[in-house]
């Protein structure tokens, strides 16, 4: 039983069900339970609590059905975009979601014709593995514009609705307690830390899945800084709905391990607008903020109300490179490769941003760790 108000009740009993067994549930007067207030019953027990939000995959997104206003609707955007004649040659590939990496490219080239090389490849090989359609608005190339470094660079981003695309061969699963949503100052602390929780700086937001049939739970945390550029403003999007999204696609990988695609951001569909349009768009580079060094959050669970346990750091690290190096290394180069310009690097080649230098580090992926201490020992070799 849940304590609710009226028009929550009546919005939850609609969308969800118990998060325990999966019942229906009710919304009723609490009176004779004590409550001044309306509770929601699970159908099956009283004793039940938790509420859980099924997916679905919505018809458009399933390549078995032919859409066809849909298409339509997609067609006369990218007419407007890139002519008559590339929309026609694209009509073929229509609710494919079995590219080849050719046929991606392909898309993918006639869509952006402006992006670089390795930025199409990079998305025509994400295509083709994951299963997902840049004409289905699954995936886009999106320019970014630093104003620091006054280039531009190109990346692939995936829409939501992709992440959840490549998740749903993979099970059945619920959104737990009205999740994603932000983050609540208890939960940050407890997840993670003081030294990590920064909301003066950040929004947080968190994401709680189960699998209805496994019974195994797990949540993810969305972060973007306050000072970051993000995509879709003018169409509507905020830092808040960005933030669920990171939320969602992380727990949605650690539910399901290792299905999504590393190192690239996720977006919401709604606020890409016509497949064509995104390359006029420019922003600067984002700082792309991943809490991936927290551990312990992917609960297999049948006790959902566990806490979730607080991540110890491993101090003799920062991420992936051992810290004692780190410390070793920036003060024997201060004078000639000072922290400042050690930061401004990492910032602009590997999007890592921190409180302190090495907080920026320890964000580094394994393959960026090791390039960037390569990078040191080559300087630290000239000394
Ligand atoms: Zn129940």
């Known amino acids: 039983m849940i304590v609710v108000s009226k028009e929550i009740g009546e919005q939850w009993a609609e969308t969800n069900v118990c998060s325990e ?21 699970c159908a099956n027990s009283k004793a039940h609590k938790g509420i859980a939000r099924p997916f679905h995959l919505a018809p458009a997104d399933n390549p078995a059905f032919n859409l066809y206003d849909v298409n339509k609707d997609r067609r006369k955007e990218l007419t407007e975009k890139i002519g008559e004649e590339k929309t026609k040659a694209l009509e073929q590939y229509e609710q494919k979601t079995n590219l080849g990496e050719i046929q991606a490219r392909t898309i993918i080239q006639s869509i952006w014709p402006d992006a670089p090389i390795h930025a199409v490849l990079r998305g025509a090989l994400i295509c083709h593995q994951y299963g ?17 470094t006054n280039r531009d660079t190109w990346e692939p981003i ?70 970051e550029s993000i995509y879709g403003t003018d169409k509507g999007n905020t830092p808040r709905n960005q933030c669920n999204i990171r939320s969602e696609r992380q727990a949605l990988d650690r539910l399901y391990p290792d299905s999504q695609p590393k190192d690239v951001d996720v977006t919401d569909e709604n ?39 607080t991540p110890q750091a491993d101090t003799s690290k920062y991420g992936h490179i051992d810290a004692s190096f780190v410390d070793d290394a ?15 690097h990492l910032k602009e080649k590997y999007l890592v941003t921190g409180s302190k230098l090495t907080d920026a580090i320890a964000k580094l992926t394994n393959n960026q760790a090791a390039e960037f201490t390569k990078e040191l020992q080559s300087r630290l070799d000239l000394l």
């Open 132 to 148: 997902l359609n840049p004409l289905m608005k699954h995936l886009a190339l999106v320019k970014f514009h630093s104003r620091t």
């Open 330 to 344: 920036l003060s024997r180069l201060k004078r000639g490769w000072p922290q400042t310009e050690i930061y401004k």
């Open 21 to 41: 067994c999966g019942g229906r549930l009710t919304l009723a007067w609490g009176g004779s339970y004590g409550e001044k207030s309306h509770v929601l019953i």
């Open 158 to 227: 995936i829409a939501i609705k992709g992440s959840r695309i490549i998740a749903a061969p993979q099970g059945c699963w619920s959104y737990l307690d009205d999740s994603p949503r932000a983050m609540m100052e208890i939960e940050g602390l407890k997840i993670l830390g003081e030294d990590e929780y920064d909301p003066t700086n950040n929004y947080y937001s968190i994401c709680k899945l189960k699998d209805m049939a496994t019974g195994r739970e797990a949540s993810g945390i969305g972060v973007v800084g306050k000072d």
């Open 271 to 309: 606020y890409l607008g016509e497949p064509a349009g995104v390359c006029a768009k420019t922003l600067d580079t984002p700082d792309k903020k991943t809490i991936d060094t927290v551990q312990g959050e992917v609960v297999n669970t049948p006790e959902p109300s566990e806490p979730v346990p």
